[in-house]
């Protein structure tokens, strides 16, 4: 395969990722019945429909003139190109135009264009018609991949910050450098760096509002993020590998002694030393769920978050991904009285919440395990864990 045949491949790819959770049919109120065949009128009478829709789509997105004229070139060429009977005029003059924002990097996604108002089309139909438009006209398809456009929309519709907004461009770059990047819808890409700049800035959206506003599952977020955040943690080993080359004194040029390397805090003067590497690390697990208790404590009810943050503290391979991703579920479950549905004990349910997490992340946490950070744990836990994702479902 050579490299166009690769890149049309990964267009092909990347439309069927967007596809992922369309509708496969048109609903009542598509409106199907105001669609214009393009061989039941003549050529003067289908420049006109094609002027108005796109002029009509344009004011109702907010697309520039210019882009609408990039659509009726790309529609002219590709009427030139191919017989159009049988398309609907109105549904390839929205491609068209959808196809025009992509070549000119206006971050609008297929189901932007699906909710105009008296639209005779869902996005499954739009994309289709999209990719024959692309494959027909022989369009660069890298255009359609680029996320960047859509990480500004998304975070400026959230509210977060510019800390958070350049650091999702980061991992967008990142990404992008190591290859993970084709064939995946760029609105869930956007969505999953923005939800890594999130983790990595003191968790101030949750997976659920990332997802409603780029429109995508959460499944999906967690997908690309569990990608994504593999890289990240390479990339900060990498520099941080380069950093101990700058000329700090290392092992090689001091005197080494027995005392163990800790991960702690050096102590003030007058205050003894942590005698072992683990006490250090687990002050610092203890210290970071503690905070993040105290944020959700309102979405889960105060028991159950301190006994989660008292779980996690002492599982000896909880990671942040993990730590994230319990704390998420806690606010996808939101109910800070949570016994009244559960049943159960807030013990039992908080490690039942751990364990639905790890789930998610897809690296399941043994049942033993979980009753060895907590008393009072129970085998109800997993019993219990299939209730917390019937009640994350509903959410």
């Not at 590709?78 to 491609?95: M, P, Q, R, S, Y």
């Not at 005698?275 to 769920?289: F, L, R």
């Amino acid at each position: 395969m050579d490299s166009t045949d690769d890149i049309n491949q990964q267009l092909d790819d990347m439309l069927l990722d967007d596809l992922v959770d369309a509708e496969e049919e048109l609903d009542d109120s598509a409106g199907t019945g105001n669609l214009t065949p393009g061989q039941s009128v003549y050529e003067e009478r289908r420049e006109k429909i094609v002027n108005s829709e796109l002029t009509r789509l344009a004011e109702e997105l907010g697309i520039e003139e210019s882009t609408r004229t990039t659509a009726k070139s790309l529609f002219d060429q590709f009427a030139n190109k191919k017989d159009i009977h049988g398309h609907a005029l109105e549904v390839l003059t929205a491609a068209c135009l959808y196809t025009a924002c992509k070549v000119e990097s206006v971050p609008l996604s297929p189901d932007d264009f699906a909710a105009v108002p008296q639209t005779g089309f869902t996005r499954v139909i739009l994309l289709r018609r999209v990719k024959e438009i692309s494959h027909t006209l022989g369009l660069d398809p890298s255009a359609f991949f680029d996320p960047h456009g859509y990480i500004d929309r998304y975070c400026d519709e959230l509210g977060l910050s510019e800390q958070i907004t350049e650091r999702a461009h980061k991992v967008i770059d990142i990404a992008d450098e190591a290859g993970i990047g084709g064939g995946k819808s760029p609105t869930g890409r956007a969505a999953a760096a923005i939800y890594n700049a999130v983790l990595d800035n003191g968790r101030v959206a949750t997976q659920s509002d990332i997802a409603n506003v780029a429109d995508v599952t959460e499944v999906t977020i967690r997908s690309r993020y569990q990608e994504q955040r593999e890289l990240l943690t390479e990339d900060t080993d990498h520099h941080l590998s380069d950093d101990s080359d700058d000329g700090t004194p290392n092992s090689d040029d001091t005197t080494q002694d027995d005392t163990p390397e800790r991960d702690g805090p050096t102590p003030r003067t007058g205050e003894s030393e942590i005698p072992a590497v683990s006490e250090s690390t687990d002050t610092i697990q203890k210290e970071v769920s503690v905070d993040s208790q105290q944020e959700v404590a309102q979405y889960i009810g105060d028991a159950v978050a301190e006994n989660i943050a008292t779980a996690l503290g002492r599982l000896d391979d909880a990671t942040e991904e993990l730590e994230a991703q319990t704390w998420d579920v806690c606010q996808r479950i939101n109910d800070p009285q949570p016994q009244r549905w559960f049943g159960t004990d807030e013990v039992t349910l908080a490690l039942a919440i751990i364990r639905f997490a790890s789930e998610e992340l897809g690296d399941p946490i043994p049942r033993t395990t979980l009753e060895d950070t907590l008393d009072g744990g129970n085998y109800q836990i997993y019993h219990v864990t299939k209730i917390v994702a019937g009640k994350v479902e509903q959410r």
